[in-house]
T-cell receptor, first 113, second 112 residues
Framework: AQSVTQLGSHVSVSEGALVLLRCNYSSSVPPYLFWYVQYPNQGLQLLLKYTSAATLVKGINGFEAEFKKSETSFHLTKPSAHMRDAAEYFCAVSETGGFKTIFGAGTRLFVKA | SQTIHQWPATLVQPVGSPLSLECTVEGTSNPNLYWYRQAAGRGLQLLFYSVGIGQISSEVPQNLSASRPQDRQFILSSKKLLLSDSGFYLC???????????FGPGTRLTVL
């Protein structure tokens, strides 16, 4: 069975600092991995998606994530945080042939001025 | 392009009252459809998914039900709401099970 663990329910960084949001997954077959962002009182939007084409995936708004099979990780990074990055971020996994995507519990990112 | 609509945006209902939330998708055919609930401080809980008209899979036993009367319409219902049904309800669609899910704007439900 597939699962996702996001380390840290809250992360706080200063504006301009590195953003690192951690995600570990479990999957019995090669997974598809996703990062979504949710702004207050809105639905989720896709940031980026890994589908085995390349281990380093670049997404919108300057975010990227690296798939590391040996560590079963898919951490999200951004070199320099902006105030507008303050939101909740969800890591998700789905399996080939499946009908469902499993979401992590989410990490709320706070950006301090 | 594809668009997903949810209504109402907010809803306040008394305990024991019925519920009907609607979700429609435009610009695609035979999408996979999903209902999620997001309670305060918790992640997304998958409630139902559907891979076709009349085909509903339930993930969590509860007093909610879902129906898909048309290809691009997904309805979440309850006959009698509980306090624990309060939360943010999200509808989503995808072209396939492993594909990107596209979310609607959500419905904030408060049961008093």
């Amino acid at each position: 069975a597939q699962s996702v663990t996001q380390l840290g329910s809250h992360v706080s960084v200063s504006e301009g600092a590195l953003v690192l949001l951690r995600c570990n997954y479990s999957s019995s077959v090669p997974p598809y991995l996703f990062w979504y962002v949710q702004y207050p009182n809105q639905g989720l939007q896709l940031l980026l998606k890994y589908t085995s084409a390349a281990t380093l995936v670049k997404g919108i708004n300057g975010f990227e994530a690296e798939f590391k099979k040996s560590e079963t990780s898919f951490h999200l990074t951004k070199p320099s945080a902006h105030m507008r990055d303050a939101a909740e971020y969800f890591c998700a996994v789905s399996e080939t042939g499946g009908f469902k995507t499993i979401f992590g519990a989410g990490t709320r990112l706070f950006v301090k001025a | 392009s594809q668009t997903i609509h949810q209504w109402p945006a907010t809803l306040v209902q008394p305990v024991g009252s019925p519920l009907s939330l609607e979700c429609t998708v435009e610009g695609t055919s035979n999408p996979n459809l999903y209902w999620y609930r997001q309670a305060a401080g918790r992640g997304l809980q998958l409630l139902f998914y559907s891979v076709g008209i009349g085909q509903i899979s339930s993930e969590v036993p509860q007093n909610l039900s879902a129906s898909r009367p048309q290809d691009r319409q997904f309805i979440l219902s309850s006959k009698k709401l509980l306090l624990s049904d309060s939360g943010f309800y999200l509808c989503a669609w995808s072209e396939g099970g492993t594909d990107t899910q596209y979310f609607g704007p959500g419905t904030r439900l408060t049961v008093l």
